[in-house]
């Protein structure tokens, strides 16, 4: 008697099975990929919130130490010669930053610390010039008299990223649904569909 051994086919996946797994990942990539892209704004807005921190910490102790904001490694700067689109890199120099004022949000161009003439008490906020109503009264009128003003300044910002950082450093309440917001530390004028500059208070004197 002859025994026949039938060669053993391997089975592969049907186009059933394929489609069911496809339609699975793509139902998981669909739940995901709008979280991924969530998580990666967040950080960038959240980089931002970091580096105004740090510059903030930076310009207290920058004043501790040399008791004035126009000073580099305690040698004046005379007004006039510049100063105002250094003082990141003056902390820098000094110490005081690792790196200079530099964040993921806008266009990445120019993005610096200044330290600019102040103005006076009861002078109307606007987004371009250096009275921020810092106490939210809503009367936005100057809280930051002296002599000088240190903001940070954040060139091609979009609306909504504008918003972001507002909330993460004055919180909702101090901040604008739509459209301009100057109230608070954060000001920027209407982006219009496009994008603005953010000025982010530091410090006066």
Do not use: C
């Not at 793509?26 to 931002?48: C, G, M, Q, T, Y």
């Not at 930053?97 to 993005?111: L, R, S, Y």
Request: proline share 3%.
């Amino acid at each position: 008697m002859k025994i026949q051994i039938q060669p053993s086919r391997s089975r592969g996946f049907t186009l059933i099975e394929m489609i069911g797994v496809l339609a699975v990942i793509a139902i998981l990539a669909a739940l995901l990929v709008p979280k991924i892209f969530e998580a990666i704004n967040n950080a960038r807005v959240n980089n931002a919130a970091v580096s105004y921190n740090t510059a903030k910490t930076a310009i207290a102790d920058h004043y501790a130490k040399f008791g004035t904001m126009l000073s580099s490694n305690g040698v004046p700067i005379v007004a006039g010669q510049n100063q105002s689109t250094n003082m990141d890199k003056v902390l820098v120099a000094e110490g005081f930053m690792d790196k200079p004022f530099i964040v993921k949000i806008g266009d990445g161009i120019q993005n610096r610390v200044e330290v600019v003439p102040a103005v006076t008490a009861g002078t109307a906020v606007d987004a371009g010039n250096t009275a921020f109503d810092l106490d939210g009264s809503g009367a936005a009128v100057n809280d930051a008299p002296g002599s000088v003003v240190v903001w940070a300044v954040i060139y091609g910002v979009t609306e909504g990223d504008a918003k972001d950082l507002n909330d993460r450093i004055d919180g909702a309440t101090l901040g604008a649904a739509t459209g301009a917001d100057l109230k608070g530390r954060v000001k920027y004028a209407d982006a219009a569909g496009g994008t603005t500059t953010v000025y982010m208070y530091i410090s006066h004197r």
